[in-house]
């Protein structure tokens, strides 16, 4: 069974930083680009990175470009979110996904809240 | 950036009838839509990709089609586990999602 277990979410102060992390099982984790999405309170969903299943390639959406870093560890099957200077419109809840043929988010992690706030 | 308007924002139908969402992409994205369910509290799960192709383990009652700058979503037979919030996304160009619609029973 694929699973998607997202940890290290919390409050954090404006200007701060704080790391997502998230375990891999039940599937070959260094074959799958994967990526975080976010989702507000009560608002829609947000696309926010992607790392190829090598991590020789990143993408992120234009508002975190430059504050935030993804990144992976094959050998130990987990993707990370570095975030740094966060802002109160970063406050979601950030989740883990895994690509499918390199186009929609086939699993997806529980979700880790994020609150920005002083 | 390819802009995702979805419509309706939120849709009361009965059990038993057929229910239809709508996405409109700014640019052709040539059939890179998937459509995902999301239950309150939970994350979002895949029923449809490639605009039309139903992900594994979704039942036949759900479809998707359109092409080009439109797409949509058909819920056959609306069941009372269908009630939840609707996403579109388009994949064709990095990705960016519709708004959602809020599907409640009538």
């Known amino acids: 069974e694929v699973q998607l277990v997202e940890s290290g979410g919390g409050l954090v102060q404006p200007g701060r930083s704080m790391k997502l992390s998230c375990a891999a099982s039940g599937f070959t984790f260094n074959n799958y680009d994967m990526a975080w999405v976010c989702q507000a309170p009560k608002k829609g969903l947000e696309w926010v990175a992607t790392i190829s299943y090598d991590g020789s390639s990143t993408y992120y959406r234009d508002s975190v470009k430059g504050r935030f870093t993804i990144s992976r560890d094959n050998a130990k099957s987990t993707l990370y979110l570095q975030m740094d200077s966060l802002r109160s419109e970063d406050t979601a809840t950030y989740y883990c996904?895994?690509?499918?043929?390199?186009?929609?988010?086939?699993?997806w992690g529980q979700g880790a809240s994020v609150t920005v706030s002083s | 950036d390819i802009q995702m308007t979805q419509s309706p924002a939120s849709l009361s139908a009965s059990l038993g009838e057929t229910v239809t969402i709508e996405c409109r992409a700014s640019?052709?994205?040539?059939?890179?839509l998937a459509w995902y369910q999301q239950k309150p509290g939970k994350s979002p799960q895949l029923l449809i990709y490639n605009a039309n192709s139903l992900h594994t383990g979704v039942p036949s009652r759900f479809s998707g089609s359109g092409s080009g700058t439109q797409y949509s979503l058909k819920i056959n037979s609306l069941q009372s586990e269908d009630v939840a919030s609707y996403f579109c996304q388009q994949y064709y160009n990095y990705n960016t999602f519709g708004a959602g619609t809020k599907l409640e029973l009538k």
């Open positions: 996904a895994r690509h499918y043929y390199d186009g929609p988010f086939g699993a």
């Open positions: 640019e052709d994205i040539y059939n890179g």
